[in-house]
T-cell receptor, first 113, second 114 residues
Framework: GEDVEQSLFLSVREGDSSVINCTYT??????LYWYKQEPGAGLQLLTY?????DMKQDQRLTVLLNKKDKHLSLRIADTQTGDSAIYFC?????????????FGTGTLLAVQP | DAGITQSPRHKVTETGTPVTLRCHQT?????MYWYRQDPGHGLRLIHY???????DKGEVSDGYSVSRSKTEDFLLTLESATSSQTSVYFCAILGTGTGANVLTFGAGSRLTVL
């Protein structure tokens, strides 16, 4: 079945760039997503990328997709303490009636002042 | 949270008791989902619904049932709660912003089974 893998923890210093990585197994993935979860809250969509794109930039966020290696990354420039959260990678594919997203285990980003 | 309300937000119950969690949406979306979140496992899909009275199982459906008698409500029931069902439960609705399948999540329901 489909699987999405992430490293569990990343620590960076304030002002540095953060890079969170994700690998997935479903070659038919159509969209790939990054969600952010702050403590005690639900997940919020950060950004997503269509599978025919290599890169997407949105302010401090840059998403890179290597479809050949099934590797997705999220780069946060000038990381701030407010970026401390759990970041989830997810993938979905069209086809069938499910329209479901498969999530990774989440990466806890700790930003040190 | 974008028209999604989960209740209760917190519940403590005892092993063997039935529990029902409610998800209510105000946006008339067709697809609704129940996920559970556990450390080291991320979010795992329990059940989902693709319309009134239309539901299907996710990857961790054992011990759970769902019902959707009207578009706006999706109920998750634990018929006889076990300690392994202690978790945070998230409801989500599916939108199609700019063509992508985008899930919007509720704030979560934290369930503790003693």
């Amino acid at each position: 079945g489909e699987d999405v893998e992430q490293s569990l923890f990343l620590s960076v210093r304030e002002g540095d760039s953060s890079v969170i990585n994700c690998t997935y197994t479903d070659s038919s993935s159509t969209y790939l997503y990054w969600y952010k979860q702050e403590p005690g809250a639900g997940l919020q969509l950060l950004t997503y990328i269509f599978s025919n794109m290599d890169m997407k930039q949105d302010q401090r966020l840059t998403v890179l997709l290597n479809k050949k290696d099934k590797h997705l990354s999220l780069r946060i420039a000038d990381t701030q303490t407010g970026d401390s959260a759990i970041y989830f990678c997810a993938e979905s594919s069209y086809g069938g009636a499910t329209n479901k997203l498969i999530f990774g285990t989440g990466t806890l980003l700790a930003v040190q002042p | 949270d974008a028209g999604i309300t989960q209740s209760p937000r917190h519940k403590v119950t005892e092993t063997g008791t039935p529990v029902t969690l409610r998800c209510h949406q105000t946006e008339n979306h067709r697809y609704m989902y129940w996920y559970r979140q556990d450390p080291g496992h991320g979010l795992r899909l329990i059940h989902y619904s693709y319309g009134v009275k239309d539901t299907d199982k996710g990857e961790v459906s054992d011990g759970y049932s769902v019902s959707r008698s009207k578009t706006e409500d999706f109920l998750l029931t634990l018929e006889s709660a076990t300690s392994s069902q202690t978790s945070v439960y998230f409801c989500a609705i599916l939108g199609t912003g700019t063509g992508a399948n985008v899930l919007t999540f509720g704030a979560g329901s934290r369930l503790t089974v003693l």
